[in-house]
């Protein structure tokens, strides 16, 4: 079961007995998207992490690892190792899109769901789809946590007991499934490469700081100019005229914030929602 956390749109789940289940990764959205909050997705990773539960797996985010590293690496690894994957499609968020395209890559157990608000995507159609009501009503969720309990079952038992299973890869003709390189290393080593995962992402911090504060050589100013494109482009893309009173207009300012964190370049011009709020607040005075 999922806990609701205050802090930032972190989810977390009951790691009670969770050393004796397997894996259950879940992707999902986790903030504002088509307009719903991220109080929204919390309540449905709850949702999620409770049928999961009744199914006999550990539910845990693909981001989420008892191990300190690269958040990419860790995401990758377990969409290639857990046993099971429940993907959330609502909303089409690029990311969890994304993260559902390798697993599938990978040709292993997963099974979509997905509110009734969000039309099919056409390459994943033909994969059948659990739905739920976006309002989140509480007789058709029992209804929803019931089916997804025994699909859960389903898929894994079908998994492991039919050498011919395919999610999704076989139905296409024959296919090499990709493989993730394995390597065994001592604990020395682990520690050692440990350490210099943590010295990379150290090495980017100065390259995180405030706009604000840049000096605006060539390199700064390219960052910026890349923000900058993605706001003129939301103002195009939605005809919106944009006025000095835009300056102060805080719907505006929440609006071009999840916007723009859904993309991969502004995520790596701004390493912080706090630094890509206060982005937004010099474009908004600099346009």
Same mark, same amino acid.
């Given at each position: ?6 802090s930032g ?5 009951d ?5 004796e289940k ?6 999902m ?20 992490? @409770? ?5 006999g ?13 690269i958040?990419?690496?860790?995401i990758?690894?377990n ?12 909303g089409?968020n ?18 979509i769901?997905? @509110? ?12 059948e789809?659990v ?6 009503r509480f ?5 929803f ?5 025994e699909?859960i ?8 007991? @039919?050498?011919?299973?395919?999610t999704?890869?076989?139905h ?8 993730l ?16 995962d943590?010295r ?7 390259r995180?700081r ?7 050589d060539?390199?700064?100013?390219d ?5 900058k494109t ?24 929440e609006?071009l914030?999840?916007?723009l964190s859904?993309f ?11 630094i ?5 607040e010099?474009i908004?005075?600099?346009?």
């Amino acid at each position: 079961m999922a806990n609701k956390n205050s802090s930032g749109n972190k989810v977390e789940f009951d790691k009670q007995d969770s050393k004796e289940k397997l894996n259950c990764g879940i992707v999902m959205p986790i903030s504002s998207i088509d307009n719903c909050t991220a109080e929204h997705w919390k309540e449905v990773a709850d949702i999620l992490g @409770d049928a999961i539960s009744f199914a006999g797996f550990n539910a845990r985010l693909v981001s989420d690892s008892e191990d300190s590293g690269i958040i990419q690496k860790r995401i990758i690894q377990n969409l290639y190792s857990d046993p099971i994957v429940v993907c959330d499609v609502s909303g089409k968020n690029p990311n969890v899109m994304f993260e559902l395209g390798m697993r599938l890559a990978f040709d292993k157990p997963t099974i979509i769901v997905k @509110d009734d608000k969000t039309d099919y995507s056409f390459d994943t159609s033909q994969i059948e789809h659990v739905q739920y009501p976006r309002d989140l009503r509480f007789a058709s969720i029992v209804k929803f946590k019931e089916v997804l309990t025994e699909k859960i079952k389903g898929t894994y038992k079908q998994a492991n007991e @039919d050498k011919n299973y395919t999610t999704f890869l076989k139905h296409f003709g024959k296919f090499k499934v990709a493989e993730l390189e394995e390597q065994i290393v001592g604990k020395d080593d682990y520690i050692l490469k440990s350490i210099e995962d943590l010295r990379d992402e150290v090495r980017r911090i100065p390259r995180s700081r405030p706009l604000r504060e840049l000096s605006y050589d060539r390199e700064d100013s390219d960052k910026f100019s890349i923000v900058k494109t993605r706001v003129k482009r939301y103002f195009r893309e939605r005809g919106i005229l944009y006025s000095t009173r835009d300056v102060k207009d805080e719907k505006l300012k929440e609006n071009l914030f999840n916007y723009l964190s859904d993309f991969n370049d502004i995520r790596d011009v701004c390493l912080s929602p706090k630094i890509l709020k206060e982005t937004i607040e010099l474009i908004l005075q600099d346009t």
